[in-house]
């Protein structure tokens, strides 16, 4: 085994752009999202280092030395993020020539070739799903024999190997949480809606849902939802009881846990024998039945994506759900206790002003827990960014322009009749026009008063909210 490190590189101040964000951005308040995508190679690689820069505070001068101490170097990158990534390996490569440097992620999987020829500091990009292939590379394989390789031939032309099988046994994969608790400090990841300190795991990988803007389904993960069995993934939570007593919560990560409702339930079952404490992505269409089971078995909080309170909107981008079934599961979920965090995208294909408002109408109405509002971002690789091209929406910009220099979400898609302008100052309404009303603000100062260990953790979030939205 080649002596292999696993690296998130340094990046913009507070940016999460890496294996774990569901859209990397610099986020309205400080966060980290667990290196999973990292992790599971990581996991495979005997003698690996996981080493994950933006959550521990890392820069340039930070990493640069373990150019010398590793032969393989193995960087996940985003479409955002890529070209100061690019300048990392350059940097690395620059400090000792002989260590190899691979990328890995959605934007390379999509755009392999023009990525490991974007600069000679990159010796191979790996695609599709990149566990087993970063596991034969790290072995010594010669790269043009191992499936899901892009890399140069001797005439320095990219060539790109046979594409490597999608995971169907997914318990064959090793635990992330021992490379989290060997490689991470876990006091580092925190999410603002969440328990600190928590850890996120996947117990599947892949999506049903055919929602345009969604970029790991549509990349990496694919449209079948292949998963772990309950036994496999209860066992990774007791493996974290055990290992990891300070963990106050647990994240599932799959794009949407709820997917297979049986399942779902025995894993709950499994996890109210346990006595733990979690949450995870759901679609706004469980029934009630499910989320009482899930609820009494210790669910806390579901993530829940309801994008628009238009329902031309949300056929538009073939979310495949209506507002008043949303708002129909909204109401089970209060009824039982069920903590919600609602996240809502501005500038999706159809988005008016009126659209706007109507959304602001209905977060306010249905009032989920917290909120996240991001703009709508057409990834390379998504039907969005292809309907994007095709109509004129999108802004011709070879870096995707999806950030500013700060690490902040643009608005690259812009319509005739609702320009980037007016989109990007909608977030801002959003979020004044939900928060900064009595009946939220009464809301979240009762939560402090019932569970007062959260009065110092809220007052910081929302200091940070506001110099987030003054820095917009």
Known sequence: MMKTLFLHPPSFDGFDGGAGSRYQAKREIKSFWYPTWLAQPAALVPGSRLVDAPADGLGLDDVLPFANEYELIVMHTSSPSFPTDVKVAEALKARNADVVIGMVGAKVAVEPEA??????????VAREEFDYTIRDVAGGQPLEKIAGVTYRNRQGKATNNVPRPMIEDMDSLPFVSS????????ENYYIGYLKHP????????????KCTFCLWPQTV???RYRVRSAEHVLAEVEYIKKNMPQVKEIFFDDDT????RPRAEEIARGLGRLGVTWSCNAKANVPY?????????????????????NNQILKNIKKGLRTDIAERFTRDCKRLGIKIHGTFIVGLPGETRETVE????????????TIQVS?????????????AVDNGWLKENPQANLVNDRGIQLSPLSYPHFPDTEMFKSVEEIYRRFYLRPRKIVELVADMAIHPEMIGRRLREGREFFQFLNSR
């Open 115 to 124: 990525s490991l020829l974007a600069s000679p500091a990159i010796d191979f």
């Open 289 to 309: 039945k499910t989320l009482k089971v899930m609820k009494e078995n210790g669910l806390r909080l579901l993530l829940v994506g309801y994008e628009s309170g």
């Open 179 to 186: 490379v989290y608790q060997r490689d991470l400090t876990i």
């Open 221 to 223: 993960g694919g449209h």
């Open 198 to 209: 928590y850890v996120s795991l996947y117990t599947g990988r892949g999506c049903r849902s």
């Open 375 to 387: 703009l709508a971002a057409p990834y390379p690789g998504t039907r969005l960014y292809r309907e």
């Open 358 to 369: 109507q959304t602001i109408r209905y977060a306010r109405a249905i009032n989920p827990h």
């Open 257 to 260: 846990f709820t997917d297979f």
